[in-house]
């Protein structure tokens, strides 16, 4: 990758490889999902081939969009934690959504708004993943009560709602801060774009990159 004097590397072709195929799964693990979900959204089935392999795939590729979130949030765990300026950036929600930045905490990697994206689906994820497995015909269902598979399917179905809106948050805050897209398309972002939204993070980034070019 070319990396000039003006750009920060947010993420690695592995990280942004493990995103965008997950988000890949995610959209279609939703889309098959609604159609079990409601009749009005049956269509849906198709985006996995009809409503038989729909049912089929749905829980192998959950299986798939777990391995690949966990595998990509455990390496973004210690960027997550919230500390004491996460607390005060929250108060002053009125700045941040009048974007004016110079007046908030200094943020590391992630905001708190991204840090809450974060452990919601950490939350709702995991929650799919044990309510799927009690739920998944013919492998695994039979060995659970009755009463306890249709307390998972109402669980899984609160989980999803969770996640799905989780998601449209994280899509429509990506697209609000402009530069944030291309973080996760071409790796980088520029040096203005993280001292004026990460400036903990451009701060450190900056003297590591001084460190390895003295
Ligand atoms: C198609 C829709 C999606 C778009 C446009 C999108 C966009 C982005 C962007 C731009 C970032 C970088 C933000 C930054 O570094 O400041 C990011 C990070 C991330 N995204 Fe997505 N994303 C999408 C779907 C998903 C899905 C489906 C998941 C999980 C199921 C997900 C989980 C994450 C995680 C864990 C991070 C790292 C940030 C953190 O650890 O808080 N994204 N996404």
């Known amino acids: 990758m070319k990396v000039s004097r003006n750009r920060l590397i947010r993420y690695s072709p592995l990280d942004r490889a493990n995103h965008w195929s997950m988000a890949l799964m995610f959209v279609l693990l939703a889309l ?3 159609a079990f979900f409601h009749p009005a959204f049956f269509f849906f089935s198709h985006t996995l081939g009809g409503p038989v392999w729909a049912r089929i795939l749905h829980p192998f590729l959950g299986v798939v969009l777990v391995l690949l979130f966990y595998a990509m949030a455990a390496r973004h765990v210690r960027r997550n934690l919230f500390d ?3 607390v005060q ?3 002053q929600i009125d700045d941040v959504l009048n ?3 110079e007046k908030l905490p200094k943020i ?3 905001n708190p708004g991204q840090k809450l994206v974060y452990w919601a689906l950490i939350a709702s994820i995991a929650l799919l993943l044990i309510s799927g497995v009690i739920m998944w015909r013919p492998w695994f269902a ?3 009560p009755i009463p306890l598979i249709r307390f998972a ?3 899984h179905a609160v989980a999803a709602f969770v996640a799905i809106v989780t998601i449209i948050v994280h899509v429509y805050a990506a697209i609000w801060v402009k530069g944030s897209i291309r973080s996760m398309t071409r790796g980088w972002v520029t040096r203005a774009w993280a001292r004026h939204h990460h400036s903990l993070w451009a701060r450190e980034q900056e ?3 001084r460190r390895e070019q003295p």
């Open 142 to 144: 039979g060995y659970f």
């Open 89 to 91: 950036w929250m108060r």
């Open 153 to 155: 399917s109402l669980l």
């Open 108 to 110: 590391g990697k992630y």
């Open 32 to 34: 098959s999902g609604l």
């Open 99 to 101: 974007n004016r930045d």
């Open 84 to 86: 004491r300026n996460d």
């Open 207 to 209: 003297e590591a990159q």
